[in-house]
């Protein structure tokens, strides 16, 4: 079981930036096993993809919304996964998870992803 605990969210005016950290930890975590993904729920929307990055490198996946705006990135010594987001929007506001899968493909979905985070409450003002 892999446990994972969301840091960083808050109050940020538009246009402003903000990072996000996951911590993963776990006896059976072994971070060349996963690939970690961050989604996203605002309000009475469902639960969207964000990004994924695999923790043994390569190109990540971003979702079409933040492409260009977010980053997503990882240290392996520390088990934490990054999401930095600049140019933030409004629209952005909700509230972000971090999650662990055995898939390696950067899945998309999140029947794909096992473990979660408890999750961090972004809201961009205007």
């Known amino acids: 079981q892999v446990q994972l605990v969301e840091s960083g969210g808050g109050l940020i005016q538009a246009g402003g930036s903000l990072r996000l950290s996951c911590a993963a930890s776990?006896?059976?975590?072994?971070?060349?096993?996963?690939?970690m993904g961050w989604f996203r729920q605002a309000p009475e929307k469902e639960r969207e993809f964000v990004a994924a990055?695999?923790?043994?490198?390569?190109?990540?996946g971003y979702a079409e919304t933040v492409r260009g705006r977010f980053t997503i990135s990882r240290d392996n010594a520390k088990n934490t996964v990054y999401l930095q987001m600049n140019s933030l929007k409004p629209e952005d506001t909700a509230v972000y998870y971090c999650?662990?899968?055995?898939?390696?493909?950067?899945?998309?979905?999140?029947?794909?992803?096992?473990?979660w985070g408890q999750g961090t409450q972004v809201t961009v003002s205007s």
């Open positions: 990055i695999r923790w043994s490198g390569g190109s990540a």
């Open positions: 776990g006896r059976t975590f072994s971070n060349y096993n996963y690939a």
């Open positions: 999650a662990a899968s055995r898939n390696l493909r950067l899945p998309q979905t999140q029947y794909e992803y096992a473990s």
